[in-house]
């Protein structure tokens, strides 16, 4: 009796593992088959652009398919297709988002893209896609960079002490928030950066102000100087310059000399007048 339970229990412990090897052979799960991508687009210029969504997905998914977009740190999704029903847009991609675009044309992929029509800096950002049914669930992310080009970025020199230069950079109306880099422009390819600059930056209006400002001695400038500006935006290839030139005072005559020469000469003309 005993011998025999025990031998049944064997074949269902052997037929369970047999029923779940085929089982897991088969369930080969979602599968995302793209690559993360940053996609980069200048503010009203693009009539629309695609995030799209690529998986591949096994039968038993098929039956509970669930597609979320979500931005950036926002917990609530922006978009959901629930597959058999309508694609929805939320929040910030409210009225954003033609949800007619068929993905591609197979029953389970149709909605999983999201067609963003005129993109502007706000919807900048982190989208994450989630892919999920009962069974799995996979994320794929992909970084949009909607830019606004600046409005403005000026280099100059202010002379606020005697032997030093203060060079000064501004940028104003730039999306998103900018990089600046103040270096000495040399015939060859190697640039004098200068480090330690003052920065601040400001945001308004859905546009970032920088400016940036840095104090140099004139005794570390050897002749004329072009100090180049670099406004870059981080994650792209984009960089904005401007330069200003820049001659030190003559090296080796000292400013304060010439200044008390010229108060010496000053005086002697006033004592000639009188
Ligand atoms: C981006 O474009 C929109 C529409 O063209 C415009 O209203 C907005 O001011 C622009 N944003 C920036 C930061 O330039
Ligand atoms: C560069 O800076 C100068 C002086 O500040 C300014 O007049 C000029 O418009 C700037 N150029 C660009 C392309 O921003
Ligand atoms: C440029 O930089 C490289 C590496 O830092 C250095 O070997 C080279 O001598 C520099 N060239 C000039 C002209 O300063």
């Known amino acids: 009796m005993f011998k025999l339970s025990r031998k049944s229990f064997n074949l269902a412990l052997c037929l369970a593992w047999v029923c779940l090897t085929i089982m897991t052979g088969q369930t080969t799960s979602i599968e995302i088959v793209g690559d993360e991508v940053i996609q980069v687009v200048e503010n009203g210029t693009e009539e629309y652009l695609v995030l799209d969504c690529p998986y591949e997905l096994s039968d038993q998914d098929k039956t509970s398919l669930v597609i979320k977009w979500y931005h950036t740190n926002n917990p609530v999704n922006v978009y959901q297709w629930i597959h058999g029903n309508k694609p929805q847009a939320i929040g910030i991609l409210e009225d954003r988002l033609d ?3 068929v993905a591609k044309d197979e029953e389970y992929h149709r909605h999983r893209a999201l067609y963003v029509i005129k993109p502007t800096t706000e919807l900048s950002g982190e989208y994450t896609c ?3 049914s009962f069974e799995d669930e996979k994320t794929y992310i992909q970084k949009l960079i909607v830019y606004s080009k600046p409005s403005e970025v000026s280099v100059w020199t202010d002379k606020r002490e ?3 230069v203060t060079v000064i950079c501004k940028v ?9 880099m103040l270096h000495i422009a040399s015939d060859s390819d190697n640039k004098t ?3 330690g600059a003052k920065e601040v930056k400001t945001w308004s209006h859905g546009s970032y102000m920088a400016t940036i400002e840095l104090e140099i ?11 180049v500006c670099e406004v870059a935006i981080p994650d792209t290839d984009l960089v904005f310059p401007n330069a200003t030139k820049y001659e030190p005072m003559m090296s080796g005559v000292p400013r304060t000399y010439s200044t008390s020469a010229t108060i010496l000469g000053l005086a002697a003309l006033l004592l000639c007048l009188l």
């Open 172 to 180: 104003d109306g730039i999306y998103p928030e900018p990089e600046l």
């Open 99 to 101: 949800l007619e675009y």
């Open 193 to 195: 950066i200068l480090a």
């Open 217 to 227: 001695d004139e005794d570390d400038l050897d002749g004329p100087v072009e100090f």
């Open 162 to 164: 005697e032997d030093t």
């Open 130 to 132: 989630s892919v999920s």
